[in-house]
T-cell receptor, first 113, second 116 residues
Framework: AQSVTQPDIHITVSEGASLELRCNYS??????LFWYVQSPGQGLQLLLK??????LVQGIKGFEAEFKRSQSSFNLRKPSVHWSDAAEYFC???????????FGSGTKLNVKP | GAVVSQHPSWVICKSGTSVKIECRSL??????MFWYRQFPKQSLMLMAT?????????EQGVEKDKFLINHASLTLSTLTVTSAHPEDSSFYIC????????????FGEGSRLTVL
């Protein structure tokens, strides 16, 4: 069965520090992978996506993610976190026809000044 | 990117009443829209897939008669929570897939329902 695991429920980093949010997936075929960010009381905004090709993908707001098939992972990274990055981040796997998406449980990011 | 809009953003209603939430794709036509429910501090739970011109497909455990979905046009899907109870209080989010795009979902702003 398809599933997405985000092992870290909460993460706190200092402003300016680097960030890595973990995501592991279980999917029988080639996965389509996404990272979304949700600010409090808001919908979700797409940060980046991976369909094929270069396994290191660049997204908006300085985020990047690397697809590692051998580890079934799609971790999100940012070299230097800004206070405005504080939000909740969701990793998702989409079926090949995009008819269903499976979301991880989310990681809440706090940024210390 | 494509824009999906939900209305209302906040709604408070009395127990036993019905509430309608609208989801619109503003700059594209969406034959398929998705309705999610998000409990506090939890991830999104897919409730149903809304198909334009046909019946919605509900996920297991979601009551069809409780959560009525109508996708009457290519730009509008509605979710009606019928005979609402306090346990229906939640954050409801819709999304749509842009047909010509690369397949990602575009999300509405969400609708916070509080049933008193």
């Amino acid at each position: 069965a398809q599933s997405v695991t985000q092992p870290d429920i909460h993460i706190t980093v200092s402003e300016g520090a680097s960030l890595e949010l973990r995501c592991n997936y279980s999917y029988g075929a080639t996965p389509y992978l996404f990272w979304y960010v949700q600010s409090p009381g808001q919908g979700l905004q797409l940060l980046l996506k991976y369909f094929s090709g270069d396994t290191l993908v660049q997204g908006i707001k300085g985020f990047e993610a690397e697809f590692k098939r051998s580890q079934s992972s799609f971790n999100l990274r940012k070299p230097s976190v800004h206070w405005s990055d504080a939000a909740e981040y969701f990793c998702a796997v989409g079926e090949y026809n995009f008819n269903k998406f499976y979301f991880g449980s989310g990681t809440k990011l706090n940024v210390k000044p | 990117g494509a824009v999906v809009s939900q209305h209302p953003s906040w709604v408070i209603c009395k127990s036993g009443t019905s509430v309608k939430i609208e989801c619109r794709s503003l700059d594209f036509q969406a034959t398929t829209m998705f309705w999610y429910r998000q409990f506090p501090k939890q991830s999104l739970m897919l409730m149903a897939t809304s198909n334009e011109g046909s019946k919605a497909t509900y996920e297991q455990g979601v009551e069809k008669d409780k959560f009525l979905i109508n996708h009457a046009s290519l730009t509008l899907s509605t979710l009606t929570v019928t005979s609402a109870h306090p346990e229906d209080s939640s954050f409801y989010i819709c999304s749509a897939r842009e047909p010509k795009g690369a397949g990602e979902l575009f999300f509405g702003e969400g609708s916070r329902l509080t049933v008193l």
